[in-house]
């Protein structure tokens, strides 16, 4: 039998599903699970978008420019205006989703055994994609203490080495919450501007900023030829599955180059494009709604996880995600007895064990949990219950 | 400003949309064309798929399994069972057209700088995802004179180096229409079995097989483990914007790796999924038509490229393109020459360079173009009249 490629041997499996099968088993015997542990929000897709779909009568259901629609990319810069972020549709190449994104960013930018800088912890797929791309993660580690703020530039300069391309962060932030000011994205433009470097910036949970106000490292001036915007309508509009992401970037050698990937593999999705495109007209009532209803469950997750003995948790200002340290040692552990060995009511809860956003699973993040307030506030009530009761339970 | 990756210079623009420039040109002069360069079919979506999605209406747009949904793969089950391949829902990864799923069994099975054998001329983007995953291209040229069969396997057995990890077939095959038969494609699994290589073969116009039977490497028996099937409902269904294929394989080890590359990119795209689904049930009598006007198509281009003084097209028997073989030395310079320097009637043709399918386009196939037949008969007959005259009035 041919053997599988060192890739295929080295590719992460998720850290977020690989504890499904367990999940399925509690199921089956009847345990009611509360499902914290994956961005899956509960909001509903605007009705606006899933019209589109219902009028959407072609004939023929043809590939779309390999850039995707030009009427979607031209609608797209009143979009990013509206945030300051001033492009034009030649900028931007439509994606199968943000991963598909961030896959052709990488493939473009960044040389196998190149070094790609990530402050953990981050979203774990990050990991696969630089597997993928062949590329070298070296992660500069925040601090719960600060609620996961950037680490101090000087920590990003002792890891650059001749090897490193390009700096990636999640701005509000996948796993944390936390949503960098403008006096730090600054600190990271200069920082890539001095070392030459490229700077990704996942910015896919723009429209979850609470408290704080958002800034982009597409507003920042005097780096234009670094910076590299990834982004996806999954969350924005609760539409995941729509799989429209786009890479947007005003370096002309980097959209070439990246057309050329987007080419081979023809173009993105033409259902999912009809929709994005029409979703842009989302009312913002809709924004606002769905906003003050993160912000509440946000608040019961944070009160009642600081109310419980051990617990820490900061308050995130963006995406909704959590990172809360628990007294464990070993959350893979915990967030598999959850599920195998625990139950409250016949109910329990899933959540994302941290380990896996840790560029080291095994040994960082271990007593940290990631959680997703994607629930309505009764059933993350229970789930706080769920919770609250098990580690009067869980012996380490 | 930072430097973009050698694989970013290394991409190929694609053979098929470089002379695009040039054709918008040409319409904004007000020439007519007809467009026998790309293989995106005038053939109707079947209703049945346009139908399931306007009678899609989920609350929310989520994610799928990362290998697709169950209820699709179950249904493909009987799909694949009535061209007598056998499959269970777990044999199959469904992914975001073809494309991705090359994409993936490329990542999954070889190494960087491992070689790929693929018999020449062949699709052009096999060219980009071998550059994209840091695969080596190894030809083997076949010729237009038995009509593109499968070259003799001592031509194979040459190429065979200690990095050979795979060989690759389009069956039947864009560019060149030849359907290869079971004693072929025996010899190719008796050539990876003995050298333990994996066979991917990509079958996505398996709906398209004139006079002769077609059949699938995944009916023959004793190399389960080495094969990988490409599938995409692009082509089927003339739907070619869902964006929906599948990588297939009875190896366990394959399958196991390539869902970690699968979850990684999260999910294929939902809508797309809604309709690939209810496809499944298109009637025979789509098939039928769409086949017989394929048929008479092919023929009236055959017959009218034969015709004409020192052009050579063997009778394809499968897919919707031929290869032609035109008294030219540089098919690059002709194709542009159509579109920048020549009309009849106000109208020309657009084709696709030969050379572009080859693994050394600056060498081989510089006397030949690809012709889709994607255009109704009365269209094709003056595309033929607009080619015909080209070549009285073209100077080499």
């Not at 896959?103 to 797929?125: H, K, Q, R, S, V």
């Amino acid at each position: 039998m041919p053997s599988i490629s060192l890739k295929g041997v080295a590719m992460p499996a998720s850290p977020i599903r690989k504890l499904v099968p367990f999940a399925e088993a509690a199921k089956k015997r009847g345990i009611k699970i509360y499902h914290l542990n994956i961005g899956q929000p509960d909001v509903e897709t605007p009705q606006i978008m899933l019209d589109a779909i219902k009028n959407y009568a072609p004939k023929v259901v043809e590939y779309s420019h390999s850039a995707g629609n030009e009427s979607y990319r031209r609608k797209l810069v009143g979009y990013y205006a509206g945030y300051n972020i001033n492009l034009t549709h030649e900028d931007m190449i439509i994606t199968c989703g943000g991963s598909e994104a961030i896959e052709i960013a990488l493939m473009t930018c960044l040389n196998e055994g190149d070094e790609l800088i990530i402050p953990e912890p981050f979203y774990a797929n990050y990991n696969g994609f630089s597997t993928q791309a062949g590329v070298k993660v070296v992660p500069v580690t925040s601090s719960i203490d600060n609620g996961f703020a950037l680490p101090a530039i000087a920590e990003f300069e002792k890891k650059i080495t001749a090897r490193t391309k390009a700096i990636m962060i999640c701005n509000p932030g996948n796993p944390t919450g936390y949503l960098y000011n403008k006096e730090e994205l600054e600190q990271l433009r200069d920082l890539v501007v001095k070392h030459d470097l490229y700077l990704l910036s996942d910015e896919v949970y723009r429209e979850f900023c609470y408290e704080k106000p958002y800034c982009s490292v597409m507003q920042l001036s005097g780096a234009d030829d670094n910076m590299i915007l990834i982004d996806s309508v999954s969350k924005r509009y609760s539409a995941c599955g729509a799989r429209i992401g786009a890479l947007i970037t005003k370096n002309k050698e980097v959209i070439a180059a990246a057309m050329k990937f987007a080419q081979a593999r023809l173009s993105p999705p033409s259902f999912g494009q009809v929709a994005a495109e029409a979703a842009i007209d989302t009312p913002q009532s809709y924004f606002d709604n769905v906003k003050a209803e993160y912000i509440a469950r946000r608040n019961v997750v944070v009160q009642r996880l600081n109310a419980m003995p051990g617990v820490k948790c900061p308050n995130p200002t963006g995406a909704f995600y959590c990172i809360a340290e628990l007294p464990i040692t070993d959350c893979d552990h915990f967030c598999q007895w959850l599920l195998e060995s625990f139950q409250h009511n016949n109910e329990t809860l899933m959540l994302a064990p941290a380990s896996g956003f840790y560029s080291n699973p095994a040994v960082d993040g271990k007593n940290q949990v990631r959680i997703a307030y994607v629930l309505n506030i009764p059933d993350l009530n229970k789930a706080m219950d769920c919770l609250e009761e098990a580690l009067k339970q869980y012996k380490n």
